[in-house]
């Protein structure tokens, strides 16, 4: 049963309140949260209609639309957020996998470090940049290298929280390669941190998930070994 309580008349959750929800980067499900008819508009409706609620936050900010340099923002938002940005949303852009055998009989973990990713904060829609770091251990199948990149990618262009982020690429990866014998490792900048609030410039996070033969003191210091050097 869920311990989760939220009352609508004060907007809290947990005794907290939507404002400490955000600035303490708190999340409430493993899975983005999405409604239910998220995808009944087209892809050219939510534009349209995301230029015309965008068009409208900038005249209430008494910005000047007729302006040649703003006139054309909401559609560029709109195209950006859509297309771009928070295209991870759309399962129809999850990236194909393809799974081979692995043929060369490779039995020690496999680490693709250095991963960029561009995301956004879903508390205050700014962005969290930062680098993904996966291991692996083949359980006789194995992927291209840039699907690993490409995973990474889905999951992080949609507003997200880290740990989330972190948890939906390891689920992923166990899915798609049919083991639970893999790391993800994430350390971002987070632009709710630095630009606005505590406004701290110099630090970062990390998250961690590892599963099955990874789960062990060794295997991280080995893994670690790697990321270091």
Request: aromatic share 8%; hydrophobic share 35%; net charge negative.
């Amino acid at each position: 049963m869920s311990t989760e309580t939220t009352s609508k008349t004060n907007g809290t959750l947990n005794g907290f309140t939507n404002e400490a929800i955000g600035d303490d980067h708190l999340f409430t499900s493993l899975d983005t949260p999405m409604k239910a008819n998220a995808f009944d508009m087209s892809n050219e409706e939510k534009k349209k209609r995301i230029s015309i609620l965008f068009s409208e936050i900038m005249d209430v900010m008494g910005l000047d639309l007729t302006d040649d340099s703003l006139k054309g923002t909401p559609d560029r938002v709109a195209k950006m957020y859509i297309e771009e940005i928070f295209s991870g949303l759309d399962p129809k852009n999850k990236p194909k996998m393809a799974l081979f055998e692995n043929k060369y009989q490779y039995n020690q973990m496999l680490v693709e470090k250095n991963i960029t990713f561009y995301s956004n904060c879903e508390h205050h829609f700014v962005p969290i940049i930062g680098k993904a770091h996966i291991a692996y251990k083949s359980s006789g199948k194995v992927i291209g290298l840039s699907k690993l990149n490409r995973i990474v990618q889905y999951y992080a262009k949609r507003p997200q929280v880290q740990e989330r982020l972190t948890n939906q690429i390891a689920n992923e990866l166990k899915t798609v390669l049919e083991t639970e014998d893999v790391a993800v490792i994430i350390d971002a900048k987070h632009l709710c941190v630095s630009s606005r609030g505590v406004k701290d410039d110099t630090s970062t996070t990390i998250t961690t998930f590892y599963g099955g033969e990874f789960n062990n003191a060794s295997k991280i210091l080995e893994l670690q070994n790697y990321l270091n050097n």
